[in-house]
């Protein structure tokens, strides 16, 4: 690889001095946590996905955590979700004290195949925590057609998948809306849009909504903003058991201005994996992602699938050495030490591919920054790396 050239990232975060400036209005304001500019980047993210509520939170796990725990999820249930996703998913619900129940996934769109979930459904079972993988939303409606057949509560991780959308009722509504009962997402630098990490909570219930704020501030009866704002002096409660989830003002503000970037990012990122789409579509043996018709991705991630005759490792490394960053498959929770001690309702038996998945696709670079050569690049690298 030539001196000059430079290499290729994995993911880039679109960021300039907005937000620069954004965090220096919060850092000169005084108020630099859970603030003015959180409340304002929650209405924005609100309107934006069409929610009735938006709360924002530490970081996405956090936020997977306390949608769990308002759904009622406590010692001893069960959570039916994949093992095919970022291990947070399923640290999450044990950190409610309940076990994951895994699900296998759909070889191309990557996420929760749905007619898998009524099969593993049974009385200790108290929600399904669903993904929205690399941005690709799932198939909500069958998910949601199952589950309130047994009046469970679908929680949608959408990590990822801040402006990707679904066709519902012949309208195509954001991911985040929700469609389920309560939408995840996450602000770390890997996805859409950041604010160096956070994570946000949407939700139509308000008593939920209410039971979010309470918990990500210790279970404080009254909030900062209420008490610094009151004409007389307020003594505060902690009624409940509550967490420090919460996200700051720095963070919010720049999150507000990621947020007017986001259609063109959208946009963007959609064209590149068109280009992708067309230009890898007759190299032979390598399958590409598929978008069903009722969704459309933000890509978050895109993730090839390799010939048979391929090692995953060593195209990986071959793509390293030109300069270019990938990354395997999407983990499987199940097959790491932390998931091999407890007797879990669906084995790995059940996982054909969600394993292979992890082991036979790759993702390739992709980021609103990247240019055509960039693109290039990787495309001609890819193809001679899958000619073996």
């Not at 880039?12 to 850092?27: F, H, L, Q, S, V």
């Not at 195509?172 to 849009?193: M, Q, T």
Request: hydrophobic share 40%; charged share 20%; glycine share 6%.
């Amino acid at each position: 690889m030539s001196e000059q050239m430079q290499n290729i990232p994995i993911a880039k975060p679109w960021m300039g001095e907005a937000e620069a400036d954004a965090a220096k209005r919060a850092i000169l304001s005084g108020w630099v946590t859970q603030g003015p500019e959180v409340a304002a980047f929650e209405q924005e993210f609100a309107t934006y996905v069409g929610a009735k509520s938006a709360c924002a939170v530490s970081n996405c796990t956090t936020a997977l955590h306390l949608a769990l725990l308002a759904v009622g999820v406590k010692p001893g249930d069960e959570v039916i979700t994949v093992s095919h996703s970022y291990i947070a998913t399923a640290n999450s619900i044990r950190y409610c004290g309940a076990l994951p129940v895994f699900v296998d996934i759909e070889p191309h769109t990557y996420n929760i195949n749905p007619t898998l979930i009524e099969a593993v459904v049974s009385d200790r079972t108290r929600a399904i925590l669903v993904v929205h993988q690399m941005g690709m939303p799932c198939d909500l409606k069958a998910i949601v057609e199952v589950t309130r057949r047994y009046n469970l509560p679908v929680i949608e991780d959408a990590a990822c998948a801040i402006g990707s959308e679904i066709l519902w009722n012949g309208e195509w509504e954001k991911i985040g809306k929700p469609h389920g009962d309560i939408a995840c997402f996450s602000f770390h630098p890997r996805k859409v849009i950041t604010t160096g990490d956070g994570g946000m909570l949407t939700t139509s219930n308000p008593e939920w909504d209410k039971q979010f704020r309470l918990w990500r501030q210790h279970g404080m009866s009254v909030s900062d903003t209420v008490r610094h704002g009151a004409k007389q002096v307020i003594f505060e409660t902690y009624p409940m058991l509550g967490y420090n989830y919460r996200m700051t003002d720095i963070q919010a503000a720049v999150g507000r201005e990621q947020l007017k970037r986001l259609p063109e990012i959208v946009a963007r990122r959609r064209l590149l994996a068109e280009q992708y789409r067309e230009k890898l579509a007759d190299v032979r043996g390598l399958k590409l992602p598929t978008e069903p018709v009722w969704a459309r991705s933000n890509w978050q991630g895109y993730c090839v699938r390799l010939p048979e005759e391929c090692d995953q490792k060593q195209v990986m490394q071959t793509m390293l050495d030109a300069g270019i960053s990938t990354r395997r498959g999407i983990m499987c929770a199940h097959r790491e030490a932390a998931y091999q001690i407890e007797a879990w309702s669906c084995g790995s038996d059940r996982l054909i591919e969600s394993e292979q998945a992890q082991d036979r696709t790759l993702v390739l670079p992709l980021f609103h920054q990247m240019t055509e050569e960039e693109q290039e690049r990787a495309i001609a690298v890819l193809t001679t790396a899958c000619q073996v």
